[in-house]
């Protein structure tokens, strides 16, 4: 298996724009986490699905974070308009149950907005 | 989830034995005690997991005492490689995953 894998790895744009984060998770797994990580605040995690479907999106910040899950095999992240201090990598993780130590995180997405 | 704490960072030399503790005194009776390591520019990986006493594989040993209230991750004599942040997680099957500011562990030659 590939692993995890997202999509850009390099993402630099300007304020206002939108932004669109892809993930691909493991095949088989049913639980998919998007998760930012800056310095300041460490890794948070974001949203969680659970077959598709969010289970708890207490850590999206604002609307301007919506995440969807189309169908297993892909999900993406979008923010809309983007800011600066939206700037951090974005990791996904993926997992066959909802258990700690069960997750398997991708490269990220180290996003930079100008 | 139980609330973890672990120092902030900590250095170490090439061939030594690193320990790094992380105290967690509201652990529940089905919290498992989880570690990951997070290599610069790469997402964090599970390393290891425990629920008492001692737990070794080929990357670690995990120490946790009889109250559980700590425990305490032991890297035998780390190479540059292990050069990371290190964190500790705790909860049990029904908990999300959400990962505290963790150890960054600089190995120096």
């Known amino acids: 298996d590939a692993g995890v894998i997202q999509s850009p790895r390099h993402e630099v744009t300007e304020m206002g724009q939108e932004v669109t984060l892809r993930c691909k998770?493991?095949?088989?797994?049913?639980?998919?986490?998007?998760?930012?990580?800056?310095?300041?605040?460490?890794?948070?995690?974001?949203?969680?699905?659970?077959?598709?479907?969010?289970?708890?999106?207490?850590?999206?910040?604002?609307?301007?974070?919506?995440?969807?899950?189309?169908?297993?095999?892909f999900s993406t992240l979008k923010i809309q308009p983007s800011e600066p201090r939206?700037?951090?990598?974005?990791?996904?993780?993926?997992?066959?149950?909802?258990?700690?130590?069960?997750?398997?995180?991708?490269?990220?997405?180290r996003l930079l907005v100008l | 989830l139980a609330k973890t704490t672990q120092p902030i960072s900590m250095d170490s030399y090439e061939g030594q034995e690193v320990n790094i503790t992380c105290s967690h005194n509201n652990i529940a009776t089905n919290d498992y005690i989880t570690w990951y390591q997070q290599f610069p520019s790469q997402g964090p990986r599970?390393?290891?997991?425990?629920?008492?006493?001692?737990?070794?594989?080929?990357?670690a040993s995990l120490f946790i005492p009889a109250d559980r209230k700590s425990s305490t991750l032991s890297l035998p004599r780390v190479s540059l490689s292990d050069t990371a942040v290190y964190y500790c997680l705790v909860g049990d099957d029904r908990d999300d995953m959400r990962f505290g500011a963790g150890t960054r562990l600089t190995v120096k030659p």
């Open chain 2, 46 to 59: 599970f390393i290891i997991q425990g629920y008492k006493t001692k737990v070794t594989n080929e990357v």
């Open chain 1, 25 to 73: 998770p493991i095949s088989g797994h049913d639980y998919l986490f998007w998760y930012r990580q800056t310095m300041m605040r460490g890794l948070e995690l974001l949203i969680y699905f659970n077959n598709n479907v969010p289970i708890d999106d207490s850590g999206m910040p604002e609307d301007r974070f919506s995440a969807k899950m189309p169908n297993a095999s």
């Open chain 1, 86 to 109: 939206d700037s951090a990598v974005y990791f996904c993780a993926s997992s066959l149950r909802l258990s700690v130590g069960t997750q398997y995180f991708g490269p990220g997405t």
